[in-house]
């Protein structure tokens, strides 16, 4: 059995009157990530880590932020590629573990809507797809409220 791992690290920063993408749902904040895409930290952490498990870049090489195809895309549609390409490489993810980094709002009450997204989009069952959710205890740009954060690990396999 191939057995591989990747890990995805992304920040994007947040500003009023953007609308505030995570984990596949639109959250009531007034404050949203900044980005080409949706800007949605989590699913793009993702990406980045399914991707390079399977040895084959990184979002930015498949989804450039400087093509007007993907401007504004809903970052759903990248995850659901992303995982196809998972499949034409004829590896199965094994479970993908993340954790979002922010001050506010608090993600507890949300974070078992963005599993079930998640799963669906990727083909999987909830109980393989984790996400936490911490603060920096007002620490950094995080901590000021100035941006997000997220972290992800996968492993799969063939």
């Known amino acids: 059995m191939n057995i591989r791992t990747g890990i995805g690290y992304d920040v994007h920063q947040l500003a009023e009157g953007e609308e505030f993408w995570l984990g596949g749902i639109l959250l009531d904040y007034h404050k949203g990530g900044v980005g080409h895409s949706d800007a949605d930290v989590l699913l793009h952490v993702i990406c980045d880590a399914l991707l390079g498990a399977a040895n084959l870049g990184d979002i930015g090489k498949h989804f450039p932020d400087t093509s007007s195809e993907y401007k504004g895309i809903d970052s759903k549609i990248l995850l659901k590629r992303v995982g196809e390409l998972i499949a034409e490489n004829n590896y199965k993810i094994s479970n993908l573990d993340s954790i979002v980094c922010l001050q506010k709002p608090k993600l507890a009450p949300h ?35 100035e941006g ?9 396999y063939k």
């Open 111 to 145: 974070l078992d809507k963005m599993k079930a997204v998640i799963a669906e989009v990727l083909s999987l069952e909830i109980d393989q797809v984790s996400i936490k959710a911490t603060t920096t205890e007002k620490l950094g740009f995080v901590g000021r409220e």
């Open 148 to 156: 997000i954060s997220a972290y992800c690990t996968v492993l799969i």
